[in-house]
């Protein structure tokens, strides 16, 4: 479960000197160490140990991880020295916050800063290098379904404006490719797009990364500039919004609608030009109802939404993203693999994919690793999906007295439109989920006497 926190917690690193991430027995699982020159600690040194193991001084009622882990209390800014397994010892800003799922502490994340190593001014110029990278465009979201051309449309036309937006999606449709196609079709592609995920990062922390700190405004604090500075002129993509704690959701709106920031330990406002993006993981108004998301936020970025569909209700799309992946991965392996077999080209749209594009992906990346022939075959590809398939298909039943074989596969084929129908949203997706075409869906709905309110 802690792999899922790995993103967010990676995000931080411009405003940490070292993260480290333990598990519910205070065991490294993550380790990385952005100041070398101040401590030599080697990730291989670290991950799989326990952190008394690594600070040998710490006991468990002195170790603020043990601490989170055992009461579910954290740590700000906590200035104390620390010495190494092998005798180095550096004073430690330390802020060590729980990692809760479901209601339970599953670990816990310690973000350090060095304080007696702190440059005094940072400048924003110091940061642009990180977030300069290749974006996607339009041409990346793939597909030929009816769902993608509307989406692709969608994208588009928002890039004219300069107006907020709320994208909802599954988790693996791709929010961030929409995001940044968004930012580089429209007139800020020129200007920076930086990407902050808000689950599980505490408000406070969250609230220094947007707007930056003053030298002095806490404890180890320096002048440093935060994302929305950093932005100005361009776009900001924040995901799972919903995660976001509340308090900080209401300073988002503030800046939204201002259009200024102030630092932390500031007393100076800042005009700032920032488009945002925003994404959810979860239905909005589902978010509303469940005090994950403020209606007011919701009000100010909802305006515009896009929905992104998930890859079940365009199943007809994965033979051309199965295509593209192919071509990726013989790049980057320098393979030379040309498709999928039948049998895998008639499986593949049956199986529901919950993790969506992003696990389709990963299945094909995994058949690389097996595959030792042009062909992608069944046994190449993570055996669960067709475990999944396997579970779902029913036991064949013996005919009835007097019932023929198109009986029973008329029924068959009824039971499994009528099955599907509470699935989609309307039947142009039903007909792709099926793998036939609308019209051919609607003779089969007649035939079968099935009305339904979602025919549009």
Known sequence: MLEEYLDVITSMENFADGILVVDDKARVVYFRNYRTGITPLLREEVVGKNILEIYPDLTEETSTIYKALRTGESTINKLEPMTTYDGMTMNLLDNTFPIRQGGKIIGAVSIARYPDFIKPEISISDFEEKYRKDLYTMEDIVGRSPQVLTLRTQVERVSRTHSSVLIYGETGTGKELVAQSI????????????SQNCAAIPGNLLESIFFGTTKGSYTGAENKPGIFEIADGGTIFLDEINSMDINMQAKLLKVIEEKKITRIGGLESKKVDVRIIAAVNEPPMQCIREGKMRPDLFYRLGSVMIQIPPLRERSNDIDVLAECFIHQYNKEMGKSIEGLSEEVRELLPRYDWPGNVREFKNA???????????IIQKEDLPRYIFEELEAREPEPAPLAMGETLKKSIDDYEKHIILSELGKTKNLTAL????GITRQALNQKMKKYGISTSKQV
């Not at 094909?364 to 042009?374: L, S, W």
């Not at 007909?431 to 099926?434: H, P």
């Open 431 to 434: 007909a792709d989920r099926l």
């Open 183 to 194: 930012h580089t079709a429209s007139n800020r592609k020129s200007k920076l797009f930086i």
């Open 364 to 374: 094909i990346e995994g058949a690389f690793n097996f595959c030792d022939g042009k």
